[in-house]
């Protein structure tokens, strides 16, 4: 990793779409970047992160200033600042993270864009989609921010893309007074290229801002963007980004085929053209928002036929059909509105295949895939072996109400939500359990209970959890703070005791807060001693009012990686089967996925047990032994 700060101009490193961006950045002299974490974008951060940390530990001091945010509203306001105070600031953020720093993007552009040397230094917002939404609660699809906001947008394709676009956009937003959009797509962040280092820029590490830029005619503001994104038009229309690609495959039709692609589908359609050997043309665009409107109606004109392959909505075909529309209506857009293309759903080689192949009248070229003859284990979704936040809904399952409504967040406790413990009946972003709990709660008068991770708690969940305390609902809170932003890589948060750089921090406890906040009943529990848990959730249930546990035991997979790295032993467990009764509660009830059954006996696996010993404590007959300890 360290290539990307220290690999010099001219050499080429085989590295990922998320570090080519912050190779694209240091060659762009960024200053500041700032982010909250989230798949599939979080390698930014983690790049930075170590970076900083390697310089730090050399003594010397890094070209940049890094943190991990509490929330992406934050880490765009300080990016704000920065750039309104001349230095280049790039914040990235996954699609549903924009949804938080929305408010200030928006209203950031329209308060302060009046005068024309307000934005000096470059602010990059990297967007990045999940199409197919592996790791997010949708397939928000965020190319439709930049036209709401009238910003410029960038669309890379491939890893050196990335890299190449991400500098090119602190020149483009200083050009503009306007800041760059950079959308990307989770099969170009997590996949990994070829990269052709440029050479690394100088930081300016001093800003000032004089003035007051702001104004209060909202009009004159809006009017001000409109013109700079007129300009935009101009940068569009001579993008390198936006270019022809011509296919001679010797195959000829008669008709004249022409296809438009962006982002990843551009990868797909030049693969799939060339496998069908055709003579055609691909407009590639790159440079998305606006789009280049001379190239793209010179590109219409040329063709009796139009392919749009591009992932999600008709984003580009929509534009290309009034293009066309205005044009003469002589030429025919096939993509998604004509059935060809699926609006939903992550892409593939097979997805454009067949459609590219159909309108060019010939066969499939990608042959279907046999299904595999092996034969996989089905596994649940499910917490890993030695999870605490298992033990926490494993006791208070033992105590809750029958009628209880849980409401629950986003983490990876949200898997308590799954089979067996089924303690979700709603969740989808980030800190909305609280306010979830309290509706609930006020709809149904019965029983409401909240859990929230700990960086989601100061991400999002301060300001429900006042509101909750303000209107004396009657609702437990359960926060599970396992020490980081485990889900997406165990990135820091306000309640560690360092910082990104590496630095010592403050360690803000989540207890404390809670008590500042007015909560009358707080109390902090380990969640891997059940019994104690049980009772402690017993008395919170029971309080009349915003009752919050703090439960709190370090993510296992964190506890056992230092144990490795100290050189400590993880103890290994197994069943005494003379003493197992076959109850399955260890695996039914519990469900830490160690356990497993053959021939109606319990063993535990090796190679998942993470050591924790807390089955002991679920075992009722005490067969839950440690490896080697003598039968008792
Ligand atoms: S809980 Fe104990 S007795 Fe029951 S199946 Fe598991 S090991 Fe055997
Ligand atoms: S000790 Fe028990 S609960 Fe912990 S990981 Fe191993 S099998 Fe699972």
Redesign the pocket.
Known sequence: MEEILTGKEGERYFLLGNEAIVRGALEAGVDIAALYPGTPMSEIGDVFHALAKSVLDKGEEPSFYFEWSANEKVSLDICIAASLSGLRALCPMKAQGFNVAADSFLDYLTACNLVETDIKGGLVLVCADDPGGTSSVNEQDDRYIPILADVPMLEPSNCQEMKDMTKKAFGIAEELHLPVFLRTVNRVNLSRGDLLFGKLGVPRRKGDIKGVPISFDRTRCHANILKKMEKAKEFSEKSEYNRVIKFDGGKTGHRRIGVVASSISISYAEEIIRELGVEAELLALGFTNPLPEMLCKDFINKFDEIIVVEELSPFLETQFLKMAHEISDKTKIWGKETGHFPRAGEYRLETVAEPLAKVFGMDNPIPRREGSRIELVARALTNCPGCPHRNTYYAIKQVVPKDAIFANDQGCYLLGGLEPYKMSHAQYSMGASIGLACGFQQATGKPSIAFIGDSTFFHNGMSPLANAIHHKYDITVVVMDNGATAMSGFQLHPGTDRDAMGREAISIKIEDVVRGLGATFVEVVNPNNIAETREVFKRAIAHNGVSVVVSKALCRLMENREKRRKGLKITSYE?DQE?????????DIYACPA?YEVDDK?YIDDVQCAGCGVCQE????G??REKGAENG
């Not at 003493?579 to 695996?587: A, E, F, S, V």
């Not at 679920?618 to 007959?621: A, F, K, M, N, P």
């Open positions: 069943i003493k197992c009764d076959q109850c399955n509660i260890c695996i356990f319990i679920v075992c009722r007959v067969a839950i």
